[in-house]
């Protein structure tokens, strides 16, 4: 099937001459440009294409692939970076040098490379769709499990043994259905789960104000909006290197070109702190930087969470994090305008909160269609204009999001990292995850947890009043208050991301820091009843010195050393 | 060579409509002759089999219906060449300075390609400007892009040519190359950088583009990025270090805004187009280093924030696209302070990959970390005073407040030829840290209270 194209205006081409589906890939142009038909108007269609258009006439043929957009899965996705049609960057650099030249099209997966493929399933073994055939072993922790595709069934008539390459076939059913490791599906599609599951268990990231106190699920949702300069991207790179899932996918979408390659530089070098082994082996990368096409910037989202998803399938937890999806929503924005289409708030198309549910919602703890129990949890980051949340992107995010980390630019200036504000962020997973904290942190983790928070929000109420009047007019009790949230605050709640010790922080460490400094204050508060002088206690030297034992390296002992000092300290104060 | 289309049907702003040509690429470059015998530049923002839109540089004045249009077949491209160097050159690329023209080594097309961040190398090398809110607390890197975020009336220039006369890496021989692009500044702004260039003998290895108040406003839309095309030419291509300063972003962005308005553009916040972040994106992205190359381009943009609002679209998308912002405050500058940089809300972001041990020194971090938080801490204090004098502060309150004074007149405040290494930054740093008690200094590790306190050094 060929047509031509009719008419050209930046990434959007009409075209005519073909019958196209909705969402069929088109190649426009001599120089085969990838394009996504979006809109379909008697004999024309309007294409949005993933290449510049410069120089691109009308009349130059156009070819229908007649698929939708998909991407490739199968073994080699992990340590891949791609760009945001799963094209790999490594590979479009050997192909056209330094800058991204058009028309060269690159497979997702190696044709080339050899996996090791060891069947589960025997010859005559019924199976369907997500049922696991046999192993390969992906990276050295990571056993990518090839699964029959979501829509095949049928019963085995061979199994192959041995060394494949990706598209070569290593089962076949007794319908004459060839299965190679290799699937391929369309990225605007979720693909489908056995269940969906309440979470019930947190995800673990080693940053002390995200665990402790605004816990994400495993399979859950989060958000993390903020004005430039307030630390998303930090936060977004510490929950990508230390989350405690199997899988991460990383989608830097629309965002800065040498930011991108800090992180393809620092994650090959990082360690895994569960397995020793360096980040990226368990890691798919996606980068399409603000400066690349923007209907690619569009897909980068989707080709990620599908991705996510082939994971999950096997049983994996997965984790997803998309930096930014305002970049995104901006992406549609700009080819909602270049259709001119009716515009909703501030520019933004209609339809801009059903795609951010709709991409959401593809998150979730599930029993995958084998039976087995995988999750992909997603964490957006959001960059609202001007740092103000009532914006459509940060309102239509936060309808569907179960927790709100609100970075705050404020804190940022004051060097507070991570800049996430403890009084306007929340979780909606506390009171589901309290049995799993109960259970493996310590019985008294929630009681510890809630009582911090409430020091937190009773020092925001006391701050108006010695804005007023200065901190010395408040009675003594209250400047006990004021104290203890100070140390939630800066020896707690503040993390330094560039700290070889303090950038990952275990649960362990995270629960004996804080009732550490909820034990200062107990005895704080005794000795205030027994008459003890409020500046005596407030000079208590081993409370300054526990500002410092989150950056030791024996932790423990460092805090024994510390603990022991201050029982003295106030045995001698009670003494006096 | 090609045909010359009578076929203008509609002329509109800065755009003209044409009817009936042969197929026509995309972006290309469009001659149109005028009845007069002068040739205006444009190019196609729109071609369909029927119709073709063109978007005219100079301007539509004088053009009608009998102008004859040609259609060049290739995009717009810039002739470039190592003699480039020393010119001065009008906002689309034609000699200003009575010079030859320029004999070309290449031509290349001035919207650039995307670098495959793969390719990219991330930036880590210390640029010494001599200002020390920029090298001791907004440390800026080769290959990066920190624009200043200013406001009407304030020494933005004075501190981008400072920065251009100071800028060296240090231990490094190798001189930076300047590509300056004036994007509707006013003539007189543009003799004052001017001037300085001649004088500071800067215009040597200097490429400037100028685009005028009184230049048409289409043409603001290309000079970034032939300048951006000459910067990258002589980076990669000639393994120069080159800064390119682009002034004023904020009158680019009008003219966007203005072709938007003119092509019935569906408009986005306060009627920038609503594709104004990816537009930036194509300038400032447009800087770097790559792998196995030796050349780089920094950019230090120059932007007037409309009402001194950091929230304003044009400040705050280029907040999200740039690595950073050097925030020049009125505040200080009334207090006749120069250079009157807000530390709190500028920021470096590849401040961490350039600064510590072996690039500037081991305490960098901790002494502008603690900085920050003293200074930050020192003018919330200042508001309290305001209320309850400063009497009702505690001692240790008092000490903190005393310190952001310090601070804004000892290291903020500096001479306009005032070239301070990052040695003397930090030890000004130093001196004023030691004002405070040093229980204070939480933020420093004790070894560097002991190895850099003034008060322990002297033992």
Not at chain 1, 37 to 51: C, L, P, S, W
Not at chain 1, 436 to 442: K, L, P
Request: hydrophobic share 35%; proline share 6%; charged share 25%.
């Amino acid at each position: 099937m060929k047509g031509e194209i009719y008419r050209v205006a930046g990434p959007v081409v009409t075209i005519r001459g073909i019958k196209p589906k909705m969402y069929d890939v088109v190649h426009v142009g001599h120089e085969g440009l990838m394009g996504e038909v979006i809109r379909i108007q008697g004999d024309k269609a309007t294409v949005q294409v993933y290449e510049d258009t410069s120089g691109i006439r009308p009349g130059e043929p156009v070819v229908n692939t007649g698929m939708s957009l998909s991407v490739e899965l199968g073994p080699g996705l992990l340590e891949s970076i791609y760009d945001g049609i799963q094209r790999p960057l490594m590979v479009l650099q050997e192909k056209m040098g330094d800058f991204i030249q058009r028309g060269v099209t690159a497979n997702g997966l190696d044709r080339e490379r050899v996996w090791e493929f060891k069947p589960l399933a025997k010859n005559g073994d019924s199976v369907k769709g997500g049922d696991v055939l046999g192993l390969v072993q992906e990276t050295e922790n990571i056993e990518h499990k090839i699964m029959v595709p979501p829509t095949v069934s049928g019963t085995i008539s061979e199994i192959k043994s041995g060394s494949f390459k990706v598209d070569e076939t290593i089962c076949v059913l007794s319908s004459g259905t060839e299965i190679s490791m290799m699937q391929k599906w369309p990225v605007r599609k979720p693909r489908p789960v056995g269940k969906k599951l309440m979470p019930n268990r947190p995800l673990i990231t080693g940053q002390r104000i995200l665990d402790g106190l605004f816990p994400v699920a495993k399979g859950g949702t989060a958000a993390i909006p903020g004005p430039f300069g307030s630390g998303k991207t930090v936060t977004q790179q510490q929950l990508a290197k230390w989350s405690d899932t199997d899988i991460v996918v990383y989608i830097g979408c629309g965002e800065r070109g040498n930011e991108m390659a800090d992180v393809l530089n620092e994650f090959p070098e990082l360690q895994d702190p569960k397995t020793g082994r360096p980040l990226m082996e368990r890691t798919v990368l996606i980068a399409n930087t603000s400066n690349m096409p923007v209907a690619a910037r569009e897909a980068s989202v989707y080709t990620g969470i599908t991705i996510a998803e082939y994971y999950r399938d096997m049983g994996y937890d997965v984790s997803l994090m998309a930096d930014s999806t305002s970049r995104w929503a901006e992406a549609m924005r700009e080819i909602s305008s270049r259709l001119e289409e009716m515009p909703g708030e501030e520019g933004y198309p209609a339809y801009l909160s059903a795609r951010l549910s709709e991409f959401y919602e593809r998150a979730g703890y599930v029993r995958t269609l084998e039976g087995q129990e995988g999750s992909i949890t997603v964490i957006g980051a959001v960059s609202p204009p001007g740092g103000d949340f009532s914006e459509p992107v940060t309102q239509n995010t936060l309808r569907i999001v179960k927790v709100f980390w609100a970075l705050d630019a404020k804190l940022a200036q004051r060097r507070h990292f991570p800049s996430i504000n403890w009084l306007t962020s929340y979780s909606l997973y506390t009171q589901g995850l309290a049995d799993w904290f109960t259970e493996n942190v310590a019985p008294d983790w929630v009681p510890l947890r809630d009582h911090a928070m409430d020091l937190l929000q009773q020092e925001a109420e006391l701050q108006e009043i010695v804005q007023l009047v200065g901190s010395d007019a408040l009675p003594e009790d209250q400047q006990i208050v004021l104290e203890i949230s100070r140390m939630i605050r800066e020896y707690f709640l503040q993390q330094n991301a560039f700290h070889p010790v303090d950038t990952y922080c275990p649960f362990d460490k995270q629960y004996k820091l804080l009732k550490a400094i909820s034990k200062y204050g107990e005895m704080a508060t005794a000795a205030l009843e027994a008459g003890i002088p409020m500046k005596d206690i407030l000079s208590v030297e081993s409370k300054d010195e526990l500002a410092k034992v989150k950056f030791e390296e024996d932790f423990q002992s460092a805090l024994d050393v510390v603990m022991t000092k201050m029982d003295k300290e106030f045995a001698q104060l009670g003494g006096k | 060579m090609t045909k010359e289309y009578k076929t203008i049907t509609e002329i509109s702003g800065p755009l003209v409509f044409l009817e009936k040509t042969e197929p026509v690429g995309y972006g290309e470059l469009v001659l149109i002759n005028l009845p007069d015998g002068t040739t205006k530049r444009g190019q196609v923002l729109d071609t369909s089999a029927d119709l073709v839109a063109v978007q005219v540089f100079e301007g539509t004045g004088g053009l009608n219906e009998e102008s004859g249009v040609v259609f060049t077949g290739e995009t717009i491209k810039l002739p470039v060449s190592k003699d480039m160097l020393g010119r001065i050159l009008s906002g689309s690329g034609e000699p200003l300075d009575g010079g030859p023209r320029i004999i070309p080594e290449d031509r290349v097309d001035v919207n650039g390609a995307s670098m495959n961040p793969y390719s990219r190398m991330p930036p880590e090398d210390f640029i010494q400007t001599g200002i020390s809110t920029i090298d001791g607390t907004n440390t800026l890197v080769r290959g990066q892009k920190l624009p200043i975020f200013s406001g009407s009336g304030l020494p933005h220039n004075e501190i981008a040519l400072q920065i251009a006369r100071q800028a060296k890496v240090p231990g490094s021989t190798e001189e930076f190359a300047v590509v300056f692009a004036a994007m509707g500044i006013t003539s007189e702004e543009a003799q004052y950088f001017m001037e300085d260039f001649e004088k500071t003998g800067a215009l040597e290895r200097a490429v400037v583009f100028l685009n005028l108040a009184d230049d048409p406003a289409v043409e603001r839309l290309i000079t970034p990025r032939m300048a951006l095309t000459a910067a990258e030419y002589l980076a990669y291509e000639h393994d120069m270090h080159v800064l390119v300063i682009l002034t004023d972003i904020t009158n680019y962005c009008e003219a966007l805004r203005q072709m938007g308005a003119a092509r019935e553009e569906v408009p986005g916040r306060r009627g920038y187009p609503g594709y104004m972040y990816t537009d930036l994106a194509s300038l400032y992205e447009r800087a770097g280093v790559i792998k196995g190359r030796k050349g780089s381009v920094t950019q230090f943009s120059i932007l007037t924030m409309p009402g001194d609002d950091i929230t304003h679209p044009i400040p705050d998308l280029s907040g999200y696209i740039t690595e950073g912002q050097i925030v020049v405050s009125r505040e200080l500058h009334r207090k006749g302070i120069y250079p009157p940089i807000n530390v709190l809300p500028s920021l470096s972001r590849l401040m961490n990959s350039g600064i510590g041990a072996g690039k500037t020194r081991d305490d960098h971090k901790a002494v502008s970390d603690q900085m920050y938080a003293a200074y930050a801490e020192g003018r919330d204090l200042r508001g309290l005073v305001a209320i309850v004098g400063k009497e009702a502060l505690s001692e240790r309150d008092q000490r903190i407040l005393e310190f952001a004074d310090l601070f804004e007149d000892r290291f903020v405040r500096q001479g306009r030829d005032e070239d301070r290494t990052i040695e003397d930054t930090l030890n000004v740093s130093w001196s004023i840290l030691s004002e405070l008690p040093e229980a204070l200094l939480t933020r420093v590790d004790n070894k560097y209270i002991e190895k850099y306190h003034p008060a322990h050094k002297s033992k």
